[in-house]
Structures are given as structure tokens and as C-alpha cells.
């Protein structure tokens, strides 16, 4: 079956460390995959995509690896702050570069000051 | 405006009332998305809208939910004979994009939590 995973425990982490996201799918071939972020009672907020045919990329303390071999996208946040915590979703097409990304459940992100 | 915003944000309906979701998208958006998100979930895709057209209505998990887009702006996300299972989060999306296999950024409302006793 086709699957996108996602730690559904919450990851905690000590201010001023890298957190880093794990987003694992199978039985798909995406053309791209993204993250967002999303805050308690608010909708998701796109933070970065990547794309099948690039390793990683940078948004200032963000980094994004996509491993297509894996089957593995990394989310990093360098040098976190409390201001960070939050829930990150990945999410990915299902259809050869759809406009639809399917979402994974998430992860929650605490930053402990 | 400043963002996409939805109405209400919170609706509490009994069982087997019809209920209405509004959403107002960023103003010249071409692409309109509804999306259910049940708690502890991503959301999951319900519908798309190209101006008034709804090109892909795969999502919607019966026909009791129907949503519109008449005009190419504000959208409706009608539920009718509301039942349990259909408490969630919906949100409202837009984006600029105006061709459908593009990577066109995403805007998200902050959606109506739905709740159905």
C-alpha cells in the first residue's frame, strides 16, 4: 500500500540545537516533495519544496534533503528557538507531478529554552 | 486581502443538519482547494476549483458534501445530513497558479473546526 510516514511522537529538543524531521513514503515516485508548518488552529504554511531531481536545498536556516532512493526526505532546523515549535508536515504528489500534494500526520516539534 | 479567510471558525451542528463553509481566497487567485483535516492528522485533498470550474471533486467522501465556486472568488463547502464522522477541520486553500500540474505555492485559511454531536 502506498504510505507516507511521518514520527508521530513528538520530537523535543534544547534551544540552540539542529532539530531534524523525518519524512519516509513508499510505493510512490514523487516529482516533488514539501514541507509546512502548521500552528495550533492554523492552517499550514508552506516553508520549502524540493523536487525528484535535487539532492538539497536551503531557506536560511532551513534545510531540505530528498533521497529518492530512500525513499527519505530530512527537514533540519539549524540553531532552533522556542519560536520554532510546531507541527511539520510533509507532503508529496501521488500523480506524476499533480498540483495535489498528499500530506503526511506530522510531527510536533518542541524547542525547550 | 491580506490572506485567505474562512467563516465560521468554529461551527457546532447536530447530527443530520446541513451545514455551510465559506471561504474567501486571496483576491486574483485562480486555484481554490478545500481540504478535511480530522485531528491528529494532514489534511486530506476534497476538492479543486479553476476559477468556477471544479476540476476534481475526487476527494469528497459522499454526495452529501458539494461545494461552489460560482462567480471564480468566494467558495461554499456545503455538508448535508451532517453525521459524526464528518467532525474535522476544513480548510480553504488558494493559489496563483492557473494551470493544473504546477507547484504553485499553497495558501491556507485558517480553517472551520466542524464539530457534530
Known amino acids: 500500500s502506498q504510505k507516507i510516514e511521518q514520527n508521530s511522537e513528538a520530537l523535543n529538543i534544547q534551544e540552540g540545537k539542529t532539530a531534524t524531521l523525518t519524512c519516509n513514503y513508499t510505493?510512490?515516485?514523487?516529482?516533488?516533495l514539501q514541507w509546512y508548518r502548521q500552528d495550533p488552529g492554523r492552517g499550514p504554511v508552506f516553508l520549502l519544496l524540493?523536487?525528484?531531481?535535487?539532492k538539497e536545498k536551503r531557506k536560511e536556516r532551513l534545510k531540505v534533503t530528498f533521497d529518492t532512493t530512500l525513499k527519505q526526505s530530512l527537514f533540519h532546523i539549524t540553531a532552533s528557538q522556542p519560536a520554532d515549535s510546531a507541527t511539520y508536515l510533509c507532503?508529496?504528489?501521488?500523480?506524476?507531478?499533480?498540483?495535489?500534494?498528499?500530506f503526511g500526520r506530522g510531527t510536533s516539534l518542541i524547542v525547550h529554552p | 486581502g491580506a490572506g485567505v479567510s474562512q467563516s465560521p471558525r468554529y461551527k457546532v451542528a447536530k447530527r443530520g443538519q446541513d451545514v455551510a463553509l465559506r471561504c474567501d481566497p486571496i483576491?486574483?487567485?485562480?486555484?481554490l482547494f478545500w481540504y478535511q483535516q480530522a485531528l491528529g492528522q494532514g489534511p486530506e485533498f476534497l476538492t479543486y476549483?479553476?476559477?468556477?470550474?471544479?476540476?476534481?471533486k475526487s476527494g469528497l467522501p459522499s454526495d452529501r458534501f458539494f461545494a461552489e465556486r460560482p462567480e471564480g472568488s468566494v467558495s461554499t463547502l456545503k455538508i448535508q445530513r451532517t453525521q459524526q464522522e464528518d467532525s474535522a477541520v476544513y480548510l480553504c486553500?488558494?493559489?496563483?497558479?492557473?494551470?493544473?500540474?504546477?507547484?504553485?505555492?499553497?495558501?491556507f485559511g485558517p480553517g472551520t473546526r466542524l464539530t457534530v454531536l
Open positions: 486553500a488558494s493559489s496563483l497558479a492557473s494551470t493544473g500540474r504546477t507547484t504553485d505555492t499553497q495558501y
Open positions: 510505493n510512490y515516485s514523487p516529482a516533488y
Open positions: 524540493i523536487r525528484e531531481n535535487e
Open positions: 507532503a508529496l504528489d501521488t500523480s506524476g507531478g499533480s498540483y495535489i500534494p498528499t
Open positions: 483576491s486574483g487567485h485562480v486555484s
Open positions: 476549483f479553476q476559477n468556477e470550474a471544479q476540476l476534481d
